[in-house]
């Protein structure tokens, strides 16, 4: 049976893995957003199963809508599994709050949780049509879990918020009367601590993690997919890992 994934964010690090490792499997439809077309044509060239759309996390509403408008030709039978991958860390993460960078939070709040926040409002008729467990995965991190004993200032700040988005999602649609939203399963990922650029490019992020935690891409995305295909309903509302480990929302 043909699964469609719409995977947001996707031009490199784990949201290109995603692809890359989906597009191998004939049956299934992958549609991957970029930024740009340099990046939308890497993505077409993993194989015929791979379209895109171009979308900027920091766009207004109405270009979500009209670039998502796509799906209706590109996933006629619906989207099956939503997973919201773009994302920011902003400079310098894990400086104390007073020698922090603050102006970073306007854009990282705006990418990671406003980017969130349309892209899953975008997407919402796309994926409640059609037939079967729709999943939808929003891309968090440990660090923002309450308590977690790690600051990393509006990063963290941005997921706490992506945490509490999926939450809402997963606690309406458990209510709609809907009854595809109503048997659908959404889920807030921690992918791990995966060798990206989002991790190397910054010294000052590398050096304050132990090296021996780093997982790679393929490593990550091999754990989130089968966690995906073995969710059910039962699962609506939960933080998991990419091992498929349960986590808590607060760590206190
Ligand atoms: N790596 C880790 O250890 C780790 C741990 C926990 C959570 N995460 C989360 O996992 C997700 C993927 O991270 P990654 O490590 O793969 O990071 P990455 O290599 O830096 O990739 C980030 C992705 O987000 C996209 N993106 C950034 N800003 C965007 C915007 N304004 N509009 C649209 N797309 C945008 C990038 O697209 P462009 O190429 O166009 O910039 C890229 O595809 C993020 O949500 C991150 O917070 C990562």
Do not use: W
Not at 1 to 15: C, K, N
Not at 60 to 74: C, D, G, I, W
Request: hydrophobic residues 40%; glycine residues 8%; aromatic residues 10%.
């Amino acid at each position: 049976m043909s699964t469609t994934y719409l995977i947001v964010g996707a031009s490199r690090g784990i949201g290109f893995t995603y692809v890359k490792h989906l597009a191998l499997n004939k049956s299934n439809l992958i549609i991957a957003t970029a930024r740009n077309e340099n990046a939308a044509a890497k993505l077409e060239a993993l194989g015929p199963n791979v379209k895109t759309i171009l979308i900027d996390m920091q766009d207004p509403y109405s270009k979500f809508e009209t670039s998502f408008k796509q799906l209706e030709t590109l996933a006629p039978s619906g989207v099956d599994v939503f997973i919201q991958n773009a994302g920011i860390s902003g400079p310098s993460c894990f400086a104390p709050p007073q020698e922090y960078e603050v102006d970073a939070y306007d854009e990282i709040l705006a990418i990671n949780i406003g980017g969130s926040a349309k892209s899953y409002k975008a997407a919402y008729p796309y994926i409640f049509k059609g037939e079967g467990t729709k999943k939808i995965v929003f891309t968090t991190s440990l660090l923002g879990q309450l308590g977690f004993p790690m600051a990393a200032q509006a990063y963290a700040v941005s997921k706490a918020g992506i945490n509490h988005l999926g939450y809402q999602v997963a606690l309406t649609n458990a209510n709609s009367e809907d009854v595809l939203a109503k048997n659908s399963v959404t889920i807030l990922l921690h992918p791990g601590i995966v060798d990206t650029d989002m991790t190397t490019a910054s010294a000052d992020n590398r050096d304050k993690v132990d090296a021996s935690l780093f997982i790679s891409q393929d490593e990550s995305v091999t754990g989130t997919l089968a966690l995906v295909d073995k969710l059910t309903s039962a699962d609506n509302g939960k933080f998991f890992d990419y091992k498929g480990e349960e986590l808590k929302y607060s760590a206190i």
